[in-house]
């Protein structure tokens, strides 16, 4: 899948749950969503973009600070398991 069409998706998230007045709770919104609703590859992908690009930027798109806040702190949880 494409990061690009990734970050996109991962920033209509955090565009949703930003409006929250409680950050925690934002968080773990993102999080839930994430994990329920993204396939584990896309979840995968995700994971290693930031790897490679702990910032969150790659070219013209960047990531949601909501949402990279969110993957950093809760990567255990977002990571599949393996088969």
Do not use: C
């Amino acid at each position: 899948m494409d990061i690009s069409n990734l970050i996109r998706m991962a920033n209509r998230i955090g565009d949703f749950f930003e409006a929250m007045p409680d950050r925690e709770e934002a968080v773990e919104g993102i999080a839930n969503h994430i994990q329920k609703f993204w396939e584990p590859r896309m979840r995968s992908e995700l994971l290693s973009f930031l790897e490679a690009h702990s910032d969150g930027r790659i070219g013209e798109h960047q990531l949601h600070p909501l949402v990279l806040e969110t993957v950093l702190t809760q990567r255990e949880r977002l990571t599949p398991a393996k088969a």
